[in-house]
C-alpha cells in the first residue's frame, strides 16, 4: 500500500476495525474510506455496489461481522450464518467487479475442527467436526475463504484470509450475555469489587484453553499482512500461547483487584476444549505478537474504566 492508497475498512466501528484504523492512521496512510453501518448496510448486494462504484477502493481489509461469545453464537444462529455470509459475499464480490488491487479477509480461529491437533496449524482446515455451539458462524466463515480462495483461481485476484485467534482490547463488547469471556471477566470482577459482592461467577468448569491477542496486535499484523503476503493459502495470527478459562480468571481478578471467590457454573456451555493456533507460518513471515495477555489486560481493564467514567460524566 502508499500512503495515499485508497484503503477501505469495513467493520471500522467495530473493535477489529478500529484498530486497524488506528494502525493505519499511525502509520501515515492518509486515504482511509469508512462507512458505518448506518449509512451503508453491508447485507444489501445493491448498496454495496453503488458505494464500490462510486469509490473504487484500492485496498479492502474486511473487518465487518457479525460476532459474539459462545452464547450468542448458540443462540443467534441463523444471524450469524445469515448476516456473516451476506456481508462476505457482498463485499468479496465487489472488490472483484470494481477491480480492487488486494483484500483481506478476516476468519477466526473457531473454523477448525473441535478437536483439532494443538497447536492447530492452518492446513487442519476441513480435517473434522466443528465445536456446535458457533458451527454456523464457522461455516460463514469458513464460505469466506472459499470464496476468496475461489475468485483467485477463477479470476486472478489477491484475496488473502487471516484466521485471527481470540482478540480482546478496545471497544469491545462488554454485554454479559454476548461478549466473550475476557470482556465478561473484567466487567464481572469489576461490578463484583464495587458492590462488595462474596464471589464470581464463571461460565463452565474453568478447564478450557483459549490463546488470547490484543486487538493492536493483530491489526499490526493485518497492516502487515497486506503489504506482504499474497498466498492464496489462509494464515494463522496468534500469539502461540493460551491459558485455562480458570487461570484466566484468577489473572483478571488480580488484575482488578477483588478478594471474593470464583464459583463455575457448570451449565453454561464450554465450547471448544482447546483452541491454540500454530503460529509457526506468521513468524516465517516475519511477523510476531508484542502485547503480553497481563500488560493487555491491565490495559484494557483501564480503558474499561475509563469509559465507564465517561459514561458517568
Ligand atoms: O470467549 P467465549 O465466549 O468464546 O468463551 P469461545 C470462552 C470460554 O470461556 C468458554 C468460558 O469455555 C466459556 O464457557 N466463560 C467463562 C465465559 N465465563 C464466561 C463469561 O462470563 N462469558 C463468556 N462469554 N464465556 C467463541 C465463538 O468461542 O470464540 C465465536 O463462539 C468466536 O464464534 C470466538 O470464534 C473467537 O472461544 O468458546
Request: charged share 25%; aromatic share 10%.
Given at each position: 500500500m502508499n500512503k495515499d492508497s485508497k484503503i477501505y475498512v469495513a467493520g471500522h466501528n467495530g473493535m477489529v476495525g478500529s484498530a486497524i484504523v488506528r494502525k493505519l492512521k499511525s502509520d501515515g496512510y492518509t486515504n482511509l474510506l469508512m462507512k458505518g453501518s448506518s449509512e451503508l448496510d453491508l447485507r444489501r448486494a445493491d448498496?454495496?455496489?453503488?458505494?464500490f462504484s462510486n469509490n473504487c477502493p484500492d485496498y479492502v481489509f474486511l473487518a465487518a461481522a457479525k460476532v459474539g461469545g459462545i452464547l450468542s453464537n448458540d443462540k443467534y444462529k441463523a444471524d450469524f450464518l445469515y448476516d456473516n455470509l451476506m456481508i462476505q459475499n457482498n463485499v468479496i464480490h465487489a472488490?472483484?467487479?470494481?477491480?480492487?488491487?488486494?483484500?483481506?479477509?478476516?476468519?477466526?480461529?473457531c473454523i477448525y475442527p473441535k478437536y483439532a491437533n494443538q497447536p492447530i496449524t492452518?492446513?487442519?482446515l476441513l480435517t473434522g467436526l466443528l465445536e456446535p455451539t458457533n458451527e454456523p458462524y464457522a461455516v460463514a466463515k469458513i464460505a469466506g475463504?472459499?470464496?476468496?480462495?475461489s475468485f483467485n483461481f477463477q479470476?486472478?485476484?489477491n484475496f488473502i484470509s487471516a484466521m485471527p485467534t481470540n482478540l480482546f482490547g478496545p471497544n469491545d463488547n462488554y454485554d454479559l450475555q454476548n461478549s466473550h469471556v475476557?470482556?465478561?471477566?473484567?466487567r464481572k470482577f469489576h461490578e463484583a469489587k464495587e458492590n462488595r459482592l462474596s464471589s464470581v461467577v464463571v461460565w463452565g468448569s474453568g478447564r478450557p484453553k483459549r490463546e488470547f491477542l490484543h486487538v493492536d496486535d493483530l491489526a499490526e499484523a493485518c497492516v502487515y499482512l497486506m503489504n506482504n503476503y499474497n498466498q492464496d493459502s489462509i494464515i494463522n495470527i496468534g500469539t502461540g500461547e493460551d491459558i485455562s478459562i480458570k487461570d484466566l480468571a484468577v489473572l483478571i481478578k488480580d488484575i482488578v483487584g477483588y478478594n471474593g471467590d470464583i464459583v463455575f457454573d457448570q451449565s453454561k456451555p464450554d465450547g471448544t476444549p482447546r483452541k491454540l493456533l500454530n503460529v509457526d507460518k506468521i513468524?516465517?513471515?516475519g511477523w510476531k505478537a508484542k502485547i503480553s495477555l497481563k500488560s493487555g489486560i491491565i490495559s484494557t481493564y483501564q480503558e474499561y474504566i475509563n469509559q465507564l467514567n465517561d459514561k458517568a460524566s
Open positions: 448498496d454495496v455496489n453503488d458505494f472488490a472483484h467487479v470494481y477491480k480492487c488491487e488486494k483484500l483481506l479477509f478476516l476468519g477466526s480461529s492452518e492446513d487442519s475463504i472459499k470464496l476468496c480462495q479470476y486472478g485476484t475476557l470482556p465478561a471477566l473484567v513468524t516465517e513471515e
